[in-house]
């Protein structure tokens, strides 16, 4: 492998994989991949050498419609900042409650919380844990202790000797305040770790640290140590990550660089970034940010008072876009245009409208929904749910007159090779596996496989003498996917018995 071959061609490895994560330094370098029994979706390059008529699609999500309104007197138009979680079989979601007459960083604001059993209909339960606007008959978990409603964002920790009463985790306040981390045993009631801030502001520094929005942390189970990525400020709205062995003691953040081909993106403001281990990939971390276009206004002011909306809310835009990461300062932006755009008609078109909500979920066992703020800064506030098949973010699509993919080379370890994806009734996909210098192996060569016809999302690829492919683990090769009219989601060589 070449390193002209690389994602990472015509910009300056140093700079631009300083702090970036062992796999991507690895195949920078030009070594062989080794993917294990891991699944790997086509969201980025990685395992990319060659493609002829095909091409990388990002896929759009579905709309599926409001799944809950921020109608309650201590919700109210400026609900947002919202963190999905799911526990076991209930399904959570917090959210910032904020109401008009609400100033931001005050005691007006609150932290809320919906459940589900399905991610597909919510309750906002009576909790009775704290008086707002004269009553306990409410869905807080968090108030009267400014800033820390204003971005609450919690999580749930994903490390293996964490203690039973601190399985939730957070971190809140804005930069006066600094990052104060909170635990909890079950979600609901919430404990200080300490009255300081664990993430202090610092100043100088190389950018200017902004805490308002939402703090995105988790615990990295690939690379064994919690995370952090919050908004700075450089001239536009950018993400840094700072990270911990023990949510107390963080490091100096760095910038996070985003690569797009090989080269660094076009700057952009990144409002919230949503950075979180994708559930059926946890060391592809998947960040559905808001992309905020200041200055940029879609409608106009009488429509802006027909439907309400606070007032300076109708100057700016925003939508969200799709980046990935594998650890380290660098954020994968394989796509430029917009992951989810603004819905018809104005009400859709106003500021931090479309902000995404943390945490995507299974909700069926062929779909994942994410969940996304609207209505902004308007009397119709919602929380709105979409829907993608799993691991249908991007795939690799073949058009009618086909085409192929050639993998770089890789390890794998697992005795059957497995994908997602869909044909037409006319479309294909055969599977081969070289040897690294590209020659067909004996028995797995593109004729030897059996022709994938259908649409699933766990197909085990077949070839005349079996499923079987234990025999090549371990050994470097390449993957040659020949298509058409087709669409390739993901694939994994799994560890269980090829039957």
């Given at each position: ?264 993106s076009p700057a952009e403001d990144l409002y919230t970034n949503q950075t979180d281990p994708y559930f059926r990939a946890p060391y592809l971390y998947v960040a559905v940010a808001a992309r905020f276009i200041p200055g940029r206004q879609a409608i106009s002011d009488e429509d802006a008072r027909a439907l309400k909306v606070a007032k300076g809310y109708e100057k700016d835009v925003s939508d969200a876009v799709l980046m990935t990461t594998r650890g380290g300062n660098i954020y994968d932006r394989t796509f430029l245009s917009s992951f989810i755009r603004p819905g018809i008609g104005p009400r859709n078109w106003v500021s931090r409208n479309n902000y995404p909500a943390l945490g995507i979920v299974q909700t069926s066992p062929t779909e994942m929904s994410l969940y996304v703020n609207q209505d902004y800064a308007q009397p119709t506030a919602h929380l709105k749910r ?114």
């Amino acid at each position: 492998m070449q390193i002209n071959r690389s994602p990472f061609h015509g910009t300056s490895l140093k700079s631009l994989l300083a702090g970036a994560s062992w796999m991507l330094l690895l195949v920078a370098n030009g070594e062989v991949v080794d993917i294990g029994s891991r699944r790997e979706l086509f969201v980025d390059r990685l395992l990319i050498d060659s493609m002829r008529g095909v091409e990388l699609r990002l896929h759009e999500p579905r709309e599926e419609g409001t799944v809950l309104r921020f109608d309650e007197p201590w919700e109210g138009i400026h609900c947002g900042y919202s963190t999905m979680i799911k526990d076991g079989g209930r399904f959570r979601v917090y959210y910032r409650g904020m109401p008009a007459d609400v100033k931001d960083g005050t005691s007006g604001e609150v932290t809320c919380v919906a459940e589900s059993d399905d991610g597909l209909r919510w309750t906002k339960p009576k909790l009775g844990l704290f008086e707002v606007r004269g009553t306990k008959d409410n869905n807080v978990v968090y108030a009267g202790d400014p800033p820390f409603s204003h971005n609450f964002s919690p999580f749930l920790d994903a490390r293996p000797d964490c203690p039973s009463d601190e399985r939730y985790k957070a971190l809140a306040g804005i930069s006066k305040s600094g990052l104060v981390a909170f635990v909890s045993a079950d979600g609901l009631r919430w404990r200080k770790v300490r009255e300081t801030a664990v993430i202090p502001e610092k100043a100088p520094f190389k950018f200017e640290w902004m805490f308002d929005s939402q703090n995105v942390a988790f615990w990295s189970e690939a690379e064994k140590k919690y995370v952090c990525y919050f908004r700075v400020w450089e001239g536009v709205r950018r993400i840094a990550r700072t990270e911990s062995s023990d949510f107390v003691n963080w490091s100096d953040p760095v910038l996070m660089k985003q690569i797009t081909d090989g080269k660094p993106s076009p700057a952009e403001d990144l409002y919230t970034n949503q950075t979180d281990p994708y559930f059926r990939a946890p060391y592809l971390y998947v960040a559905v940010a808001a992309r905020f276009i200041p200055g940029r206004q879609a409608i106009s002011d009488e429509d802006a008072r027909a439907l309400k909306v606070a007032k300076g809310y109708e100057k700016d835009v925003s939508d969200a876009v799709l980046m990935t990461t594998r650890g380290g300062n660098i954020y994968d932006r394989t796509f430029l245009s917009s992951f989810i755009r603004p819905g018809i008609g104005p009400r859709n078109w106003v500021s931090r409208n479309n902000y995404p909500a943390l945490g995507i979920v299974q909700t069926s066992p062929t779909e994942m929904s994410l969940y996304v703020n609207q209505d902004y800064a308007q009397p119709t506030a919602h929380l709105k749910r979409y829907s993608m098949r799993l691991d249908g973010f991007a795939s690799v699509q073949a058009p009618y007159a086909g085409g192929e993919l050639v993998t770089k080379p890789l390890k794998f370890s697992g005795a059957k090779l497995e994908l997602n994806f869909a044909t037409s009734a006319a479309g294909s996909i055969r599977v081969e596996i070289q040897d690294e210098a590209g020659k067909p192996i004996g028995g797995f060569a593109a004729g030897d496989c059996v022709e994938i016809i259908g649409n699933e999302i766990e197909r085990a690829v077949r070839w005349k003498s079996g499923a079987d492919v234990s025999s090549l683990a371990g050994k470097t090769v390449r993957l040659r996917f020949i298509m058409k009219d087709a669409d390739f989601y993901a694939l994994r060589f799994a560890t269980t018995t090829a039957k």
